[in-house]
């Protein structure tokens, strides 16, 4: 007989259907028309319904099938009863068919965390630039981002009435990444990628240094990683607090699992253990490829400025 699957695989499997629920609960907000805008700290900082439900149904999904797993969500929620309609109870069988990198094989529910952004470019999504929206959901164990799920609600949507909206990536540290396809960008082209609504002098000083061919300015910390992974940009530099830990875990799991690397600003890595402060205040600094190329250009006046 068949050994039951390891307990990650289990959760990716579930994270996968949970985070198609969630793209639905999201594409559905918007149709409705009304997407209950709240600023929280300010008109750059939005919370809309969709961040709402999709946490509620994201976070209930997962502790009911996960109880001892801490997960940890981008909004301040109260802890109301989430109606039956939220739960997604689904898993994707091909994820589950897949054998778990050994080094995870012995996992137990309560040393894993999982960060959830339930909708990553908010600001976006209420301006209707829907391309640059992704629901994260990340899996952390030991401190690190090992497991990632990110959905693109609108993938494909301005392909026209007949084309299949949405997709789903996911990788496994150890196993790889799916569900896209992976492309370097153009070789010797410095194409940085960075934040849409969030600039500053420093975040421009920074991207200077690097002498880019083409900058491209869009929103979303998971939108950017795909960027990369695409081969659309070579490096996505963010010289400025304010990408919390459920932007960047998930991103992170799957650049890993590609052979790409993340860090903030000053090269130190991420930690994702359930004490850790949610602000990655240092920054980002992640490439598929050369990531020492760009490393190495980062002014140390920049460095300075951003205290981890």
């Known amino acids: ?6 307990l990650l695989m289990r959760v990716v499997a579930s994270a996968y259907s949970v ?3 969630a793209a639905t609960i999201v594409r559905n907000v918007m149709s409705a028309g009304d997407l209950g805008i709240v600023e929280k700290a300010g008109p750059n900082d939005l919370q809309t319904k969709a961040d709402r439900l999709v946490q509620m149904s994201i976070c209930a999904s997962l502790a009911r099938k996960f109880p001892k797993v801490t997960i940890i969500g981008e909004e301040e929620l109260p802890t109301e009863d989430v109606t039956e309609d939220l739960i997604e109870d689904g898993h994707c069988e091909e994820i589950l068919k897949k054998p778990c990198p050994a080094q ?9 965390v999982i960060w959830v952004d339930p909708l990553d470019g908010t600001k976006e999504y209420t301006e209707g630039l829907l391309d640059h929206v992704t629901v994260l959901i990340g899996i952390a164990y030991g401190g690190k981002a090992i497991a990632g799920v990110i959905n693109q ?3 494909n949507y301005e392909a026209g009435a007949n ?3 949405g997709r789903t990536i996911w990788g496994v540290l150890g196993m790889g990444a799916f569900g896209f396809q992976l492309t370097e960008a153009p070789a010797g082209k410095h194409i940085v990628v960075t934040t849409r609504s969030h600039s500053s002098a420093l975040v421009n000083e920074c991207i200077a240094a690097l002498n880019p061919d083409h900058v491209i300015r869009v929103g979303g910390a998971g939108n950017k990683i795909i960027q990369l992974i695409e081969g659309k940009a070579s490096a996505y530099v963010f010289a400025s607090p304010g990408c919390k830990k459920w932007d960047t875990c998930a991103p992170e799991a799957i650049l890993h699992a590609v052979g790409g690397k993340i860090t903030d600003i000053r090269g130190n890595p991420f930690q994702y253990n359930k004490e850790v402060k949610h602000m990655n205040s240092a920054g980002v600094l992640a490439t598929l490829r050369n990531y020492d190329y760009y490393a190495s250009r980062i002014p140390n006046t920049v460095k300075e400025s951003l205290v981890p």
């Open 153 to 155: 609600p609108y993938y």
């Open 1 to 6: 007989s068949m050994a039951s699957p390891a």
């Open 163 to 165: 084309a299949v909206l």
């Open 104 to 112: 995870y094989t012995g996992i137990k529910e309560e040393e894993l």
């Open 19 to 21: 985070a198609e629920k």
